[in-house]
């Protein structure tokens, strides 16, 4: 049987260079990349945005949606209505580069539809 002995931290390795795997220290693991890992790299203010502002990308508002065969798509003539599954008043879904970012009320711009942002949602990338 093997003779067992017992050291004291202080006495192990007390020669030897530090992270040489050496000494019998136990040498601390490496962190693991968290979640929050490179948030120092993101920009801190829209002068650090500014090389993405020309990007275009697509917005669209959907105002509902409504499913039918193709038989019946056809039978529809000028003036024909199409029942949405919302109702009025419920908030409509606001995309950008078909991804859901916000819903919103529809607004009239003068002339033209338009969309208020009530809720902007928060999804996981």
């Known amino acids: 049987m093997a ?7 202080s006495e192990i390795g007390e020669d030897e260079e530090p992270g040489t795997g050496e000494t019998g ?20 203010s829209a002068q650090d945005l ?8 697509q917005v669209s508002a959907i105002l509902g949606k409504s499913t039918m065969q193709v ?15 919302r109702k009025i008043g419920e908030a409509i879904d606001i ?17 033209r539809l338009g969309v208020t942002m009530t809720e902007i949602i928060k999804t996981e990338l």
């Open 95 to 111: 995309y950008v580069n078909n991804r859901l970012v916000a819903r919103g009320e529809v607004v009239v711009v003068e002339d």
């Open 25 to 44: 220290r136990a040498e601390a693991p490496s962190p693991e990349p968290s979640p929050t890992s490179g948030v120092a790299d993101l920009p801190r």
């Open 50 to 57: 500014e090389a993405v502002y020309d990007i275009p990308v």
């Open 3 to 9: 003779e067992e002995k017992s050291f004291k931290p």
């Open 71 to 85: 038989s019946q798509l056809l039978k529809l003539g000028r003036g024909a209505v199409v029942e949405l599954d």
